[in-house]
C-alpha cells in the first residue's frame, strides 16, 4: 500500500476516534498486566466488571500475593478461561516479588518470562504502561490491518512486522488502538459496515466485494 494512503488511512481513523485510548480501566503497570491476562478471549467490558472489585480490596501485588488459586477464580469466574488464568497470574506474581523486586519489567525480554505473558500482553503493556512503541496484534488489529490491506498475512507475528514497516513508528501506539476501535465500532467481523466507513475507499476488502457483486 502506498505511503500516501496510509498517511490518508490514519488521518481518517484519527477523525473518527479522537479521543481513541486503552479501554481496560487501570491505574498502575501491575493493574493493567492483570487485566490484559483477564481480556484474553474476554470482552475489555466483562475484563472491567470484574477488576473493579477485584482492584478496590487487592490493589497492588503485594495484596495478590495473600490470594490464594481458588480465593482468585471466585473473584474472576465470570470471565473465560478463568481457572487457567488464575493459575497464571498467580504464579507470575510470585515470580514478579522473586525476581523483579515486585515490580513490573519494562523489557519486552523480561515481561515474556512471566506465566501467562505472550507477545500480545507484553506489547500492551510496554505501550501502554511505559510508552515503549509497539503494536499489539489482537484479534481486532489483524482482522482490520488485513481486511483494509495495511498488512496482508495470515499470522500475528508477520502481521505485526508488516504493520512496524508501513506504519511511522511514533505512531504505533495509536494505531493500535484506532484499529481496535475501529474493528470494534464498524469493522466487525461479522457484517462490517462498510457503507458507513470512512476509510471503504481505500479498503482492499471493500473493493473486492464491489468487483464481485459487478461480475455477477
Not at 490518508?8 to 479521543?19: A, F, G, R, T, V
Not at 493493574?31 to 487487592?58: H, P
Not at 512496524?164 to 511514533?170: C, H, L, S, T
Amino acid at each position: 500500500m502506498e505511503k500516501k494512503i496510509v498517511n490518508n488511512i490514519i488521518d481518517e481513523l484519527k477523525k473518527l476516534y479522537p479521543d481513541v485510548k486503552c479501554e481496560l480501566n487501570y491505574k498502575t503497570p501491575f493493574q493493567l498486566l492483570i487485566s490484559t491476562i483477564l481480556s484474553a478471549q474476554t470482552t475489555d467490558k466483562k475484563v472491567n466488571e470484574v477488576t473493579k472489585d477485584l482492584f478496590l480490596l487487592y490493589p497492588s501485588i503485594e495484596e495478590f500475593l495473600n490470594l490464594s488459586q481458588l480465593e482468585l477464580q471466585e473473584y474472576i469466574k465470570k470471565i473465560g478461561l478463568y481457572r487457567n488464568k488464575s493459575k497464571n497470574i498467580v504464579a507470575l506474581c510470585t515470580k514478579l516479588k522473586e525476581d523483579f523486586n515486585g515490580s513490573v519489567p519494562n523489557s519486552y525480554e523480561d515481561l515474556i518470562t512471566l506465566p501467562g505473558v505472550g507477545r500480545k500482553t507484553a506489547n500492551v503493556v510496554l505501550a501502554n504502561a511505559f510508552n515503549v512503541p509497539t503494536i499489539a496484534v489482537d484479534t481486532h488489529v489483524f482482522r482490520v490491518s488485513n481486511r483494509i490491506g495495511l498488512a496482508s498475512s495470515k499470522n500475528v507475528l508477520n502481521t505485526e512486522k508488516q504493520l512496524q514497516k508501513i506504519i511511522p513508528k511514533d505512531l504505533w501506539i495509536l494505531m493500535h488502538h484506532l484499529l481496535i476501535f475501529h474493528g470494534r465500532r464498524c469493522c466487525t467481523a461479522r457484517n462490517p459496515k462498510c457503507n458507513l466507513c470512512p476509510i471503504s475507499k481505500y479498503c482492499v476488502y471493500y473493493k473486492d466485494n464491489i468487483n464481485n457483486s459487478i461480475d455477477k
